[in-house]
């Protein structure tokens, strides 16, 4: 059998394609999300919707709850069957969803097609940042997730400028907005489908089906995933990245709150500032995490990303609401977040487990982040009523969480291999 250290360079050279193609689910995750959040206002206007009701969509969408429960059932099947079929047939379920959202003609298909969508892209998660890492070289295991992030935050970019484009349309444009997510679910599904399947899975699937269970890859079982050394994996990435997501997925409740307070502004120019946000963030991922992350100390880098972010959300929290002052919050946390949390989750999550457990344990994180932002999503709406400076605090403290947490527990793992990390892993448990 080939190794992979025999792979031909020919292969090698197609890492990257198969990187963007996998990434593209970072897109379809961030583009669903931005686009339901835009056509919110439309829906609600046109189908006469409750807060509560409002609520529940949030909750249950693909930016809580249903994406952390597909994610904790497709990284599961993920494991088992490979991730070739998982992110390959799962962009048909998410097209299917999606077609719902199209041709929504009350509350009820919203929802329904919300849910579906979570779902879907729960579980293309796990699938897609497994083979990334696990087709990426070696040394440049964080430039190849790096790819995948930039992708996430094309996806906002592209769906925001089609909505300042499409306004005139009314809810017309969000459908259009919808059905070019949903056509480009179905290409991918075409391209995916000639993609081969992870190598590192397809070797590790032989050694536990040909060998005793001596082997570098013995444990297979979910039950296996909940022993002492891989909790401990995991409860300091959940709580690194979940704190980091609470802040997250507030922001999408002030940051408009910020664009219309320092001065009342339009709708282009608040459509603008967010697009330049995510801009800024792409470049900071292009020529930070991606340039350094595989040679320099990841800590070192992730508590640099953490103090920035932390900076800026307390400006907010201390300082009165200024434009200038705006401004420099919205530098600040884009460049912070471009190689922080989200980076180090994706990439330090595909390098704690092994192979056959990497999608699961990966799944199960994911499941326990969304459903708790769920939750908290309930809770979000009553703490701005507070006070713009009250929540501030709040998210500030949550940030700091995050750093400590991140900081605390981060491995040094760059230039290594996977294999090289699990037979470390294994000598220590």
């Given at each position: 059998?080939?190794?992979?250290?025999?792979?031909?360079?020919?292969?090698?050279?197609?890492?990257?394609?198969n990187?963007?193609?996998?990434?593209?689910?970072?897109?379809?995750?961030?583009?669903s999300?931005?686009?339901?959040?835009?056509?919110?206002?439309?829906?609600?206007?046109?189908?006469?919707?409750?807060?509560?009701?409002?609520?529940?969509?949030a909750?249950?969408?693909?930016?809580a709850?249903?994406?952390?429960?597909?994610?904790?059932?497709?990284?599961?099947?993920?494991?088992?069957?490979?991730?070739?079929?998982?992110?390959?047939?799962?962009?048909?379920?998410?097209?299917f969803?999606m077609?719902?959202?199209?041709?929504?003609?009350?509350?009820?298909?919203?929802?329904?097609?919300?849910?579906?969508?979570?779902?879907?892209?729960?579980?293309?998660?796990?699938?897609?940042?497994?083979?990334?890492?696990?087709?990426?070289?070696?040394?440049?295991?964080?430039?190849?997730?790096?790819?995948?992030?930039?992708?996430?935050?094309?996806?906002?970019?592209?769906?925001?400028?089609?909505?300042?484009?499409?306004?005139?349309?009314?809810?017309?444009?969000?459908?259009?907005?919808?059905?070019?997510?949903?056509?480009?679910?179905?290409?991918?599904?075409?391209?995916?489908?000639?993609?081969?399947?992870?190598?590192r899975w397809?070797?590790?699937?032989?050694?536990?089906?040909?060998?005793?269970?001596t082997?570098?890859?013995?444990?297979?079982?979910?039950?296996?995933?909940?022993?002492?050394?891989?909790?401990?994996?995991?409860?300091?990435?959940?709580?690194?990245?979940?704190?980091?997501n609470?802040?997250?997925?507030?922001?999408?409740?002030?940051?408009?709150?910020?664009?219309?307070?320092?001065?009342?502004?339009?709708q282009?120019?608040?459509?603008?500032?967010?697009?330049?946000?995510?801009?800024?963030?792409?470049?900071?991922?292009?020529?930070?995490?991606?340039?350094?992350?595989?040679?320099?100390n990841?800590?070192?880098?992730?508590?640099?990303?953490?103090?920035?972010?932390?900076?800026?959300?307390?400006?907010?929290?201390?300082?009165?609401?200024?434009?200038?002052?705006?401004?420099?919050?919205?530098l600040?946390?884009?460049?912070?977040q471009?190689?922080?949390a989200?980076?180090?989750?994706?990439?330090?999550?595909s390098?704690?487990?092994?192979?056959?457990?990497?999608?699961?344990?990966q799944?199960?994180?994911?499941?326990v982040v969304?459903?708790?932002?769920?939750?908290?999503?309930?809770f979000?709406?009553?703490?701005?009523?507070?006070?713009?400076?009250?929540?501030?605090?709040?998210?500030?403290?949550?940030?700091?969480?995050?750093?400590i947490?991140g900081?605390?527990?981060?491995?040094?793992?760059?230039?290594?291999?996977?294999?090289?990390?699990?037979?470390?892993?294994?000598?220590?448990?």
């Amino acid at each position: 059998m080939t190794t992979l250290a025999q792979r031909p360079t020919v292969q090698q050279s197609a890492d990257w394609k198969n990187t963007i193609l996998a990434g593209l689910a970072n897109y379809i995750d961030a583009g669903s999300i931005v686009a339901g959040a835009a056509a919110l206002a439309l829906w609600m206007e046109a189908y006469r919707m409750s807060n509560n009701l409002v609520g529940l969509i949030a909750a249950l969408g693909p930016n809580a709850i249903s994406a952390g429960v597909g994610a904790l059932i497709g990284g599961r099947l993920c494991d088992l069957f490979g991730r070739k079929r998982i992110y390959q047939y799962d962009m048909l379920f998410y097209a299917f969803g999606m077609m719902w959202l199209v041709f929504a003609m009350n509350v009820w298909m919203v929802v329904i097609g919300f849910f579906l969508v979570g779902l879907a892209v729960g579980a293309d998660i796990p699938a897609s940042w497994s083979l990334i890492a696990e087709m990426a070289p070696d040394k440049q295991r964080g430039k190849h997730s790096g790819v995948a992030q930039i992708l996430w935050y094309m996806g906002p970019v592209v769906v925001l400028l089609m909505f300042l484009v499409l306004t005139p349309l009314g809810l017309l444009g969000a459908r259009i907005v919808f059905a070019h997510l949903a056509v480009l679910a179905i290409a991918l599904t075409f391209l995916r489908s000639k993609m081969h399947e992870s190598p590192r899975w397809v070797e590790a699937q032989w050694a536990v089906a040909t060998g005793p269970d001596t082997a570098a890859e013995p444990k297979v079982r979910v039950r296996d995933l909940f022993t002492r050394q891989h909790i401990r994996s995991m409860a300091f990435l959940v709580g690194m990245y979940m704190f980091w997501n609470l802040w997250a997925g507030t922001n999408g409740f002030f940051f408009p709150y910020i664009l219309r307070t320092v001065g009342d502004q339009s709708q282009a120019t608040a459509v603008a500032v967010q697009t330049l946000s995510f801009l800024i963030g792409m470049l900071s991922i292009a020529f930070i995490f991606m340039r350094v992350s595989d040679r320099v100390n990841q800590r070192k880098l992730f508590l640099v990303s953490a103090i920035i972010q932390v900076v800026g959300m307390a400006l907010l929290a201390i300082f009165p609401l200024t434009l200038p002052l705006a401004i420099i919050h919205v530098l600040l946390m884009a460049i912070g977040q471009g190689f922080g949390a989200q980076c180090f989750f994706q990439l330090w999550s595909s390098e704690l487990f092994p192979t056959l457990l990497r999608s699961t344990a990966q799944g199960v994180m994911f499941a326990v982040v969304r459903i708790v932002l769920g939750f908290w999503s309930f809770f979000v709406p009553v703490l701005t009523a507070t006070g713009f400076h009250t929540l501030a605090w709040i998210l500030t403290g949550f940030l700091v969480l995050s750093g400590i947490i991140g900081y605390w527990g981060a491995p040094r793992n760059e230039g290594k291999s996977l294999e090289e990390i699990e037979a470390e892993r294994i000598a220590l448990a």
